[in-house]
């Protein structure tokens, strides 16, 4: 005997809401309903999944690899369903892609229209957050496809190119390194630098073309937003770094803040469209990545 789809999605969202009541709710059944299911998956499993504790629900070592597995599997059954439902109808019904926040605000704006174009019966739906928040939704099953910036490590991800991101300075108006040409490798010291706080791929990318280790202590300013940088740097701040879509999007209009390439071989990062490998959906997350491609002096 195996267990139900419908017994492995009630442990997943047990796992997620550590409470049956909470559980029972986001899967509209009853709180017994749920409770007797999820004890059918233990008979099944020959384990108790679950250490049951007043107010309390831990999952047991069987249950976590349990949970790991059942969103695998989910997965890839809403695959299944999604791709039946749109056979021979490519970027059509639902698709949930995310989008990290340093690509985000720059690169849907000019390019969705296209794609809603050339897909009116597409229905996107649109998450922006970390790249390894978003690797961990396409693993669990919670989005189709995210587009993320590369170098980035990660297993069982796979990816369709869009095309290559210089990264640039950033630097306040008057300071020594404000000045026409490249700046070259060594010119650069941690502590000049005001960065996106840590999480954010850009910070890594950047330090690890130019070589610097990450500034340290409690005193080092970590933004939230290119935004903040930007108005960080116009303050005087310190010098950053900003790819060169969101300079050309406008975000570095400020005549406090003077824009100038890293070196003569410029540090770029490859912007690509990943899905989870395996995926039903990843001819359509190949197709979005083509009806997405960068063109100008931001494209290699």
Same mark, same amino acid.
């Given at each position: 005997?195996?267990?139900?789809?419908?017994?492995?999605q009630?442990?997943?969202?047990?796992?997620?809401?550590?409470?049956?009541?909470?559980?029972?709710?986001?899967?509209h059944?009853?709180?017994?309903a749920?409770?007797?299911?999820?004890?059918?998956l233990?008979?099944?499993?020959?384990?108790?999944?679950?250490?049951?504790?007043?107010?309390?629900?831990?999952?047991?070592?069987?249950?976590?690899?349990?949970?790991?597995? *059942?969103? #695998? &599997?989910? =997965?890839?059954?809403? /695959?299944? !369903?999604? $791709? %039946?439902?749109?056979?021979?109808?490519?970027?059509?019904?639902r698709?949930?892609?995310?989008?990290?926040p340093?690509?985000?605000?720059?690169?849907?704006?000019?390019?969705?229209?296209?794609?809603?174009?050339?897909y009116?019966?597409?229905?996107?739906?649109?998450?922006?957050?970390?790249?390894?928040?978003?690797?961990?939704?396409?693993?669990?099953?919670?989005?189709?496809?995210?587009?993320?910036?590369?170098?980035?490590?990660?297993s069982?991800?796979d990816?369709?190119?869009?095309?290559?991101?210089?990264?640039?300075?950033?630097?306040?108006?008057?300071?020594?390194?404000?000045?026409?040409?490249?700046?070259?490798?060594?010119?650069?010291?941690?502590?000049d630098?005001?960065?996106?706080?840590?999480g954010h791929?850009?910070?890594?990318?950047?330090?690890? *073309?130019? #070589? &610097?280790e =990450?500034?340290?202590? /409690?005193? !080092?300013? $970590? %933004?939230t937003?290119?935004?903040?940088?930007?108005q960080?740097?116009?303050?005087?701040?310190?010098?950053?770094?900003?790819?060169?879509?969101?300079?050309?999007?406008?975000?570095?209009?400020?005549?406090?803040?003077?824009?100038?390439?890293?070196?003569?071989?410029?540090?770029?990062r490859?912007?690509v469209?990943?899905?989870?490998?395996?995926s039903?959906r990843?001819?359509?997350?190949?197709?979005?990545?083509?009806?997405?491609?960068?063109?100008?002096?931001?494209?290699?």
């Amino acid at each position: 005997m195996l267990p139900s789809l419908r017994q492995l999605q009630y442990l997943k969202l047990l796992a997620e809401h550590g409470s049956f009541s909470r559980a029972a709710e986001a899967a509209h059944v009853s709180q017994p309903a749920l409770s007797s299911g999820v004890q059918e998956l233990e008979r099944v499993l020959g384990a108790p999944v679950v250490e049951r504790t007043r107010g309390n629900v831990q999952l047991t070592a069987v249950g976590a690899e349990a949970v790991k597995r *059942a969103e #695998d &599997i989910l =997965a890839r059954t809403e /695959d299944l !369903v999604e $791709a %039946a439902r749109n056979a021979g109808k490519p970027l059509s019904g639902r698709f949930r892609i995310g989008v990290i926040p340093t690509i985000a605000p720059f690169l849907l704006p000019a390019k969705l229209p296209g794609v809603k174009a050339a897909y009116p019966a597409l229905k996107l739906f649109i998450r922006e957050d970390l790249t390894p928040r978003l690797i961990a939704a396409l693993k669990a099953g919670q989005l189709d496809a995210a587009v993320i910036a590369l170098p980035y490590a990660a297993s069982g991800i796979d990816h369709a190119r869009i095309g290559d991101d210089e990264i640039l300075a950033a630097a306040p108006i008057g300071h020594r390194l404000a000045v026409p040409g490249a700046i070259q490798p060594g010119s650069l010291k941690s502590e000049d630098l005001i960065l996106l706080e840590d999480g954010h791929c850009l910070r890594d990318q950047a330090l690890a *073309a130019f #070589d &610097i280790e =990450a500034p340290k202590g /409690d005193d !080092v300013f $970590a %933004a939230t937003s290119l935004h903040t940088l930007v108005q960080m740097v116009s303050s005087g701040l310190g010098i950053s770094f900003l790819p060169q879509m969101a300079v050309r999007a406008g975000l570095a209009d400020d005549p406090g803040v003077v824009i100038r390439p890293l070196s003569a071989v410029a540090p770029r990062r490859e912007i690509v469209v990943a899905w989870r490998t395996g995926s039903s959906r990843a001819g359509e997350a190949r197709l979005l990545a083509a009806a997405m491609q960068l063109d100008g002096p931001t494209a290699a």
